[in-house]
């Protein structure tokens, strides 16, 4: 019997897809540390959220062949190491798209209609209600950076606000895309009244937005980052925050976020714990594409899209 190691808890019916299939199922954090350790190399198959796995974690499982990541970015994963040791890699594009894409315009409106604000000035009597300034969105300038399935849907989403869509995109073109599209990043984030971010976590995107691309936005933009943390130099963005507009984050560079960093402090951040994806419809389809793919894998039949490497 072949066995999955889980490193977090996945959707019951993926459970039920695997079981049913014949497999048995680890679930590590059930486990003893030893017990985690000898379960994990003894494992055909790990399925993995965003627990890190290092090499030296692969290297000792002599008999795991695939990989299958519940979401889609791999930056917790070495896959160069998994690569050496000939092991296959999947993720499940598109299974969280509409929750992030819903959480991202959730945290834009909640910035630009200033809501955690409103509220506070609602519960006490109305008081400080002649401070507020809420945005329209309608007629602003959004750059999507990024235009996977997430980015796809969260272009729609503004445009569907009358929001002025702009793409950055190496390598679609504006019929391809539905939008205008620009190469230059720094060249475009002059215009850019909010930047939304939905890359993955790869050498070329690391640090993508330091202290020289910020200061480029306009004054009162708003930043969003639903992608990956590493994405954008947080020293950075805590230092540009008084000449922005509002930032929010549903991903740091250190998850959880420690609890005394700087953007816990800042009074224009709206900050989730990673949470985009977390509808329960997202989790489940993640959870059951996730289980799909090693038994594709190990049927010969994981399709090209699912894999990483």
Known sequence: MRTVFLTEPIHADAET????????????????????????????????RIAPLSAGTIE????????????????????????????????TPGANAQPVAEHTMMMLLALTRQACAMDRVARNGFAGIETLAPVDLAGRRVLVAGFGAIGRRV????????????????????????????RDLRAALPRAEVLSLHLPLVPGTRGLIGAGELAL???????????????????????AAPRLGGIGLD???????????????????LLTPHAGA????????????????????FAGRLAPAHRVR
Not at 217 to 239: C, H, K, S, Y
Request: proline share 5%; glycine share 12%.
């Open 17 to 48: 897809l695997l079981a049913g299939a014949g497999w048995q199922i680890a679930r590590g954090w059930q486990l003893s540390d030893g017990a985690r350790a000898r379960a994990m190399s003894g494992a055909d198959a790990w399925l993995v």
């Open 60 to 91: 000792q499982a002599p008999g795991l062949r695939i990989i299958s990541k519940h979401g889609v970015g791999v930056d917790n994963i070495d896959l160069a190491a998994a690569a050496a040791r000939g092991v296959a890699v999947s993720n």
């Open 155 to 182: 272009a729609a989403l503004c445009a569907a606000f009358g929001m002025q869509v702009t793409v950055w995109h190496r390598s679609l073109d504006a019929a391809e895309a539905g939008f205008p599209v620009v």
């Open 217 to 239: 936005l306009p004054a009162g933009a708003f930043v969003l980052n639903t992608g990956r943390g590493g994405i954008i130099d947080e020293d950075a963005l805590v230092q």
């Open 251 to 269: 991903v740091f560079e250190t998850e959880p976020l420690p609890a005394d960093s700087p953007l816990a402090q800042l009074d224009n951040a």
């Open 278 to 297: 977390m509808s329960p419809a997202g989790y489940r389809q993640m959870g059951l594409m996730a289980a799909q793919n090693i038994l594709d894998h």
